[in-house]
T-cell receptor, first 112, second 111 residues
Framework: NAGVTQTPKFQVLKTGQSMTLQCAQD?????MYWYRQDPGMGLRLIYY???????DKGEVPNGYNVSRLNKREFSLRLESAAPSQTSVYFC???????????FGQGTRLTVV | TQLLEQSPQFLSIQEGENLTVYCNSS?????LQWYRQEPGEGPVLLVT?????EVKKLKRLTFQFGDARKDSSLHITAAQPGDTGLYLC???????????FGGGTRLMVKP
């Protein structure tokens, strides 16, 4: 059982470059989330998708875009990377309200 | 300012001691969850509390949801080195709404 799979695990970008972080879940969950975690900090919500076809901004959406490609996949795009976007990015999925969120292993992104 | 404020941010104790971690907000939550995260991994759920005043126990861990559903606490009895990690609270203000996290409490238990 793969659960939530994120790719890549590590990435180094130059300022101004673009990239897409991929996330896929095999649990048939409706909701998917993208968070960022800075060193020693909690998770801050970037975007979420409550169901296929819908996306909403979270706490820190600026500089990011998302696509809910289908029920399984939710991607996060950085159009023009900035050093302030250096962070560990986590994707999560959950079936509905008040239930467990399952997380991927994270993508460690460094922007130089 | 985060919606959920956790305290303390850091805690270093000796094996066998007891500790309490707090998660506070000015907002009401329909549910509140506690997660534990180890280095290089994603958070893993410990418990979900839903009803105001609810108390749940998980071995040496006791979780409480405040009566007004604005705060929660995690109490660990006789801490062990294996309890070391980052403890995160997370809440939904409305059922099915976005899940937001607190800043976390980093716990170190020394043998």
């Amino acid at each position: 059982n793969a659960g939530v799979t994120q790719t890549p695990k590590f990435q180094v970008l130059k300022t101004g470059q673009s990239m897409t972080l991929q996330c896929a879940q095999d649990m048939n969950h409706n909701s998917m989330y993208w968070y960022r975690q800075d060193p020693g900090m909690g998770l801050r919500l970037i975007y979420y998708s409550a169901s296929e076809g819908t996306t909403d901004k979270g706490e820190v959406p600026n500089g990011y875009n998302v696509s809910r490609l289908n029920k399984r996949e939710f991607s996060l795009r950085l159009e023009s990377a900035a050093p302030s976007q250096t962070s560990v990015y986590f994707c999560a999925s959950l079936q509905g309200a008040m239930v467990e969120a399952f997380f991927g292993q994270g993508t460690r992104l460094t922007v130089v | 300012t985060q919606l959920l404020e956790q305290s303390p941010q850091f805690l270093s104790i000796q094996e066998g001691e007891n500790l309490t971690v707090y998660c506070n907000s000015s907002s009401v939550f329909s549910s509140l969850q506690w997660y534990r995260q180890e280095p290089g991994e994603g958070p893993v759920l410990l418990v979900t509390v839903v009803t105001g005043g609810e108390v749940k126990k998980l071995k040496r861990l006791t979780f409480q949801f405040g009566d007004a559903r604005k705060d929660s606490s995690l109490h660990i009895t006789a801490a062990q080195p294996g309890d070391t990690g980052l403890y995160l609270c997370a809440g939904e203000r409305n059922a099915g709404n976005m899940l937001t996290f607190g800043g976390g409490t980093r716990l170190m238990v020394k043998p």
